[in-house]
């Protein structure tokens, strides 16, 4: 049997047309994208069994074959998408092949994604994808597979082995930008946090559930070969888990496991670490180059409504600065614009924040995802836009007025902030500020590259992937 496993992609940032332009150019040159392995897929594929034949489409590097011969198309799918999801499915169900969906946005809003393909799968697939592929081939295949929220030793070793699926013309093109691969691992699932405006505690329950520090290993070392085999030299690695460092027990034994494996990482964790200061000083020697905290807002008020818990972390925040700065990895910090208690005020507490810290922010807009408790309110409140607005969910759009400012002044708001923290000069200066602060070594070519700067000077010992070696 054949299996067509396919991410739709979509170009589209912002209705904005500044902030198109300057997302979009951070895009093209590297700075907020690497070229790398799509993990959903790669996890797909290690849960089919090998007598299943596999091809995988990641639209953004690939062109999907929709005249090609396959049993199965299975389709995975954040919000975004979404719509390219449907259109998708729609050219294949035309001919008469059977397609599945998956991924956040089918997790969310199953009935929505019902009509469009002949099965849905709700959350983690683990146990659900194995099977339906059993059914399937008994012809007794369900319209919705509903997934537990599974131990994660059931989840497999990606097949590292396909990478070579995504070694396209496209995918090249930005690695020569770029000079790196990006490996998604994941180790953990779930929060028990619940923010207003994340899906995670959602879709993956409240329970913080990890995977053995061996299973993570073997992970990491499946990867390191298979990248080997096919020519990589230099991968950066970037734990996809929305909150790696929750439980500190955990996490301390992990950094311990990463140092041995040397290699160079970058994760999602929240302020909760302010409370060990031994594990973040030993982040760096386990290879940490990247630390991305969602601070949200510097301001109690902003924070109350879509992060309770983070609103009582804000006195922390400085603390945390003062204690992580000198460790030696770029500290990326993540602000969403657009609360209703935001105003003038608690934006510009924000750029007074900034200016004290050499760090790399980035910022979003609130965003109502669907199904979120944050989408619910609005939704009551009738503030929610008439027509459907999936393809706008990417946090680069305004999808509904905050109560304190109008989208007209936000808008500006956001331009301000983006273009003095993210400008080349600023970056620059990140990058002078922590040279002084830690002696680097060559490696440092993961945070001079996010921070991108002088990163030519570091390059030559990469090894160059010339098309005619490839697949
Ligand atoms: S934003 Fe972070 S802390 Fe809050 S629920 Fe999501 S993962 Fe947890």
Redesign the pocket.
């Known amino acids: 049997m054949k299996i067509a496993f396919i991410a739709p992609h979509l170009k589209f940032i912002s209705e904005y047309k500044p902030i198109d332009d300057l997302v979009s150019e951070e895009i093209n040159n590297g700075l907020l994208k690497l070229p790398e392995f799509n993990l959903p897929l790669l996890t797909l594929a290690a849960l089919t069994p090998k007598s299943f034949e596999i091809s995988i489409f990641d639209e953004e590097y690939k062109p999907i074959d929709f005249e090609g011969d396959f049993d199965i198309v299975a389709i995975s799918s954040p919000t975004f998408t979404i719509f390219r999801a449907y259109e998708i499915a729609k050219k294949f169900r035309e001919r008469g092949v059977y397609t599945v969906i998956g991924g956040n946005h089918p997790t969310l809003l199953p009935a929505e994604a019902a009509p469009h393909v002949d099965t849905v799968f709700v959350g983690e697939v683990e146990e659900t994808w194995p099977q339906f592929l059993k059914d399937f081939q008994k012809r007794e295949a369900k319209k919705i597979y509903y997934g537990t929220q599974p131990d994660l030793s059931l989840s497999p070793i990606p097949r590292w082995d396909l990478m070579s699926e995504f070694f396209t013309p496209e995918a090249i093109k930005m690695f020569r930008t770029t000079h790196r691969w990006e490996i998604k691992l994941n180790a953990t699932r779930g929060?028990?946090?619940?923010?207003e405006?994340?899906?995670?505690?959602r879709i993956y329950g409240p329970k913080y559930r990890k995977k053995s520090i061996p299973q993570v290993t073997q992970e990491i070392r499946a990867a390191k070969k298979w990248s080997k085999h096919f020519g990589i030299d230099q991968c950066f690695f970037m734990f996809c888990d929305?909150?790696l460092l929750?439980d500190v027990q955990y996490g301390s034994k992990l950094l311990d496991a990463l140092k041995e494996e040397k290699i160079s990482w970058g994760a999602?964790t929240?302020i909760g670490i302010h409370k060990h200061p031994e594990l973040i000083q030993k982040l760096y020697s386990s290879g940490c180059r990247v630390l991305n905290l969602?601070f949200?807002s510097v301001s109690q008020a902003s924070l109350q409504s879509i992060?309770p818990?983070?609103s009582k972390q804000v006195m922390h925040y400085e603390e945390f600065m003062e204690m992580a700065l000198g460790e030696g990895f770029l500290i990326n910090l993540g602000f969403i614009l657009g609360t209703d208690n935001d105003t003038e005020e608690t934006i510009q507490l924000i750029d007074d924040f900034l200016t004290r810290y050499p760090i790399l922010p980035n910022f979003l807009f609130l965003t109502p995802f669907p199904n979120q408790a944050l989408t619910n309110r609005l939704k009551k409140e009738g503030r929610l836009p008439k027509k459907l607005y999936w393809d706008r969910c990417n946090a680069y759009n305004i999808l509904f007025e905050p109560k304190q400012m109008s989208k007209e002044e936000l808008h500006r708001q956001f331009i301000y902030l983006y273009k003095k923290y993210r400008s080349p000069e600023h970056r620059q200066t990140i990058n002078d500020e922590l040279l002084s602060r830690k002696q680097w070594s060559v490696d440092q070519v993961h945070l001079r590259f996010d921070l991108g700067t002088k990163m030519k000077l570091y390059t030559p010992f990469l090894k160059e992937l010339e098309l005619s070696q490839l697949k």
């Open positions: 929060c028990p946090r619940d923010c405006f994340c899906s995670s505690t929305d909150n929750l999602f929240d969602g949200e992060a818990w983070k």
